[in-house]
């Protein structure tokens, strides 16, 4: 059974960083894509950003290109997401999840496992 842990989310001020971290269990985590979508209240879980099983290849959502990196250890069967120049619009429940095959993927519906979440909150 695979179970995924996110920690590092808190509130922020607008034009601050924040990263956040998410460790899996029970696959073997080098043969997964990882992504990390959002959801704000009221909105639809969104994309963020994903990275394939070796690491190589990375995708990002528009909304946090050239602000966001998503980097994975497989050593540590480890993703993070780093996150700069927040705004008050990236204020979400953060959740990472285990896409079902190597290769990033930008839709919810090619994930298979997701954690619990973990919530962002930036002030203005």
């Known amino acids: 059974q695979v179970q995924l842990v996110e920690s590092g989310g808190g509130v922020v001020q607008a034009g601050g960083s924040l990263r956040l971290s998410c460790t899996v269990s029970?696959?073997?985590?080098?043969?997964?894509?990882m992504g990390w979508f959002r959801q704000a209240p009221g909105k639809e879980r969104d994309f963020v950003a994903s990275?394939?099983?070796?690491?190589?290849?990375?995708y990002y959502a528009d909304s946090v290109k050239g602000r966001g990196t998503i980097s994975r250890d497989n050593a540590k069967n480890t993703v993070l997401l780093q996150l700069s120049s927040l705004k008050p619009e990236d204020t979400a429940i953060y959740y990472c999840?285990?896409?079902?095959?190597?290769?990033?993927?930008?839709?919810?519906?090619?994930?298979?496992?997701w954690g619990q979440g973990t919530q962002v909150t930036v002030s203005s």
């Open positions: 999840a285990v896409g079902y095959g190597p290769n990033t993927r930008s839709s919810a519906y090619e994930y298979e496992s």
């Open positions: 029970g696959r073997t985590f080098s043969r997964y894509a």
């Open positions: 990275i394939s099983g070796s690491g190589k290849f990375t």
